[in-house]
């Protein structure tokens, strides 16, 4: 299975249990979306099925890769999926249609299941798992992302297609942790990918599913796309009025432009700024420089300073010090030593310290890739190994190697390497200045 795997399981579930009935003890589980089977004849595929190429063709061709890629990026939206098969030696792999999204019902029955909340008891003498203590009190909202980030694959596992759970179903989960004795009365999430998409990017994506070959929200936002923070207000207003709830952060990744391509978007972030932060927003601008931005699929530098602007002004006007935290990735495929110094100039200019730097990819000896993200289909990953951009039918002129390398280099000198990440010091004016002027 592969997905989220509810609707695939009670599918799977009911057709085992048909079959136990009927004493049948070899069930069809094909044919089953959100699962894949093996066949070693090709009579058994289906028509109208899409070849990906095969596995001995994608270990060994990198264009065979992308192409492979490209398909599956056509074939994500569970509203016009095609089946693919992908051969291996004699044998194929079908990869069933994706899952339909769940409906609001079936999101809150799953997610007011009577979790417990804890780790499994094995865990208990080793010190159990402190990560738990980031999600024991948040509460999950929605499910699904529509932006479209070059380097991330949540739209391939929950789809583009926002699945929201009810605020009913919200308040209850929130009143329930309430009664647990070890609630200090601090919910640390509502959210879900992108905490502030709990409606879909447009009508019709909600009536017919994503466009293929398009971006919602990707460098430019789609001209259809509809912004609306109404529903997520007022859902956070039904939590924290809870009794027994002393504050509701939000910690879930937050889309700044969004925030700044809806007409009322100031009304969020006055919730935001009086309500759901404690002193810090951590958001997620990834680069400085637009042309590393258009390639990773984010919009311009210039959205992030608006929103910084934004942001700083409704601190200002409800009187509270809180800062921004921005986050940026170094060596993105494409991306350049101009590209680097214009980053690191950027947190000068903005008196930001950075410590710790997440790069996306870095070479180990003898020159092997070692990729830190598990972006598996990832188009940033066709994009570093292909060195070009696998979606446009012509492929572009490929990235400079040479440069690439070349800004490896320059963060290695300028780096300490600590449990596998790279400590930058940007902040060492004069090994900034002494990089080219930007
Ligand atoms: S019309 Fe635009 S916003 Fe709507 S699904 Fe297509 S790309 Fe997304």
């Not at 270990?59 to 939206?77: G, I, M, P, T």
């Not at 980031?134 to 991330?152: I, M, N």
Request: some cysteine; overall charge positive.
């Amino acid at each position: 299975m592969y997905g989220m795997g509810e609707h695939s399981i009670i599918e799977a579930a009911a057709r085992l249990r048909e079959a136990a009935e009927r004493g049948c003890e070899n069930p069809d589980l094909r044919g089953i979306r959100g699962t894949m089977w093996r066949t070693g004849k090709p009579a058994d595929i289906p028509s109208g099925a899409v070849f990906l190429p095969s596995f001995e063709e994608i270990k060994s061709d990198v264009q065979a890769y992308c192409r492979h890629f490209v398909l599956q990026e056509q074939n994500a939206d569970p509203f016009s999926a095609a089946l693919l098969v992908e051969k291996s030696e004699e044998r194929y792999v079908v990869q069933e249609p994706p899952s339909m999204p769940v409906k609001t019902e079936l999101f809150d029955r799953i997610m007011e299941l009577p979790y417990t909340r804890e780790w499994h008891p094995d865990y208990t003498e080793a010190g159990g798992i402190p990560a738990l203590a980031e999600v024991q009190f948040s509460l999950t909202s929605s499910r699904g992302c529509f932006g479209a980030c070059a380097f991330c694959a949540i739209a391939f596992h929950q789809g583009k297609l926002i699945q929201t759970r009810s605020p009913e179903s919200l308040v209850r989960e929130a009143e329930t942790l309430t009664t647990r004795p070890d609630f200090k009365g601090f919910i640390h999430d509502v959210g879900g990918p992108t905490a502030n998409f709990r409606i879909p990017a447009c009508k019709k994506q909600a009536a017919q599913g994503s466009c293929r070959g398009r971006q919602c929200l990707g460098a430019e936002p789609c001209p259809n796309l509809s912004p609306d923070h109404g529903e997520y207000i007022s859902v956070l207003k039904k939590i924290r009025t809870v009794p027994g709830i002393k504050k509701v952060f939000i910690r879930s990744g937050l889309r700044f432009d969004y925030i700044m391509l809806d007409p009322e978007g100031k009304s969020f972030l006055r919730e935001l700024c009086e309500f759901h932060i404690s002193g810090q927003l951590k958001v997620a601008p990834e680069h400085s420089s637009d042309r590393v931005l258009k390639l990773i699929r984010k919009s311009s530098n210039a959205v992030y300073h608006s929103f910084e602007k934004a942001y700083a002004a409704m601190n200002r006007q409800l009187d509270k010090k809180q800062y921004l935290v921005p986050y940026y990735i170094a060596g993105l495929p494409g991306a350049t030593i101009e590209d680097a110094l214009h980053t690191a100039l950027e947190l000068k200019k903005a008196v930001l310290y950075p410590t710790r730097c997440r790069i996306f990819t870095r070479r180990r000896e003898p020159w092997r890739p070692a990729c830190i993200i598990p972006a598996s289909i990832r188009i940033q990953v066709c994009q570093y190994i292909f060195r070009g951009e696998p979606m446009s039918a012509v492929f572009r002129e490929p990235f400079c190697s040479s440069t690439e390398r070349k800004t490896a280099n320059w963060l290695r000198k300028r780096s300490v390497f600590s449990n596998g990440k790279i400590c930058l010091r940007f902040y060492d004016n004069r090994k900034v200045a002494s990089g080219p002027r930007i």
